[in-house]
């Protein structure tokens, strides 16, 4: 009985130890200037160190946990990239840019306090020429106020490397 009870907890904590493998963990990110909230963990699909590697043709996806700072009727996602020296707004769909729809345990209004998953899912067009470059995902409040920001090294490639 006991030897059967020592093979559970074993199994367990090994099913427990692939889940969050598969899960991922957190991608080490730089913070935003002007002390901007950072997020308690970052994830992107695909990479466990960065520079994360964004593959032309697909969407980039990743998940942001964040705990809202302050309480904020709607959300909004602002990107900033930086390559070659020239830094530039990614202007990302209208649909996808409404952080509202993509909240996965809450929706708007978030509440201060409120612990939040956000999910990004962000084009990588088959025009974008393979570069290195820095991206600044900021969540921001209607009056602009950010709620979470990070920055990620990447680099824009044909295919995902093995």
């Not at 699909?45 to 309480?71: I, K, Q, W």
């Not at 020239?86 to 209208?94: E, G, K, Q, R």
Request: charged fraction near 20%.
């Amino acid at each position: 009985m006991a030897l059967l009870k020592l093979i559970a907890v074993i199994g367990m904590v090994l099913l427990a130890t692939n889940n969050s493998f598969v899960l991922g963990a957190g991608v080490a990110t730089r913070a935003c200037s002007d002390n901007r909230p950072r997020p308690t963990e970052v994830r992107v699909e695909g990479c466990t160190v960065p520079p994360c590697d964004l593959v032309r043709g697909s969407d980039a996806n990743m998940d942001m946990d964040f705990m809202a700072p302050f309480a904020a009727t709607s959300l909004h996602t602002r990107v900033v990239a930086t390559a070659l020296g020239v830094t530039a707004p990614f202007d990302l769909p209208a649909d996808r840019a409404a952080a509202c729809n993509w909240l996965l345990n809450a929706e708007c209004p978030v509440s201060a306090g409120e612990d939040i998953t956000y999910r990004l899912s962000m084009p990588v067009l088959l025009i974008y020429p393979r570069v290195s470059l820095s991206i600044e995902i900021d969540l921001v409040d209607p009056s602009g106020q950010s709620l979470a920001c990070f920055i990620l090294d990447a680099r824009v490639v044909s295919s995902r490397r093995v």
